[in-house]
Every structure is written in structure tokens, then in C-alpha cells.
């Protein structure tokens, strides 16, 4: 699997129309985002 590109939580929900997500969680690294998406 190749990384093709980074979407935001709250840009898929105004595309799908739905309420932006409440996170106050930032990841400050990949393998934090490799965690969040894996989980």
C-alpha cells in the first residue's frame, strides 16, 4: 500500500454533507496517525 494522498476528517464529512467531527486529538507524528487509522 502506497500513501496516494491525505484527507481530512472534516473535509470527507462536508462532502458527505454529515457534522464535522469533534477532536481535540492532534497527532504530532506518523506513527500517531498510523495508530489512529489502524485502531
Do not use: D, K
Not at 1 to 21: N, W
Amino acid at each position: 500500500g502506497l500513501i496516494r494522498g491525505i484527507f481530512s476528517a472534516s473535509q470527507i464529512a462536508r462532502q458527505l454533507g454529515e457534522p464535522q467531527p469533534v477532536s481535540t486529538e492532534i497527532a504530532r507524528n506518523f506513527a500517531e496517525i498510523e495508530a489512529a487509522i489502524s485502531a
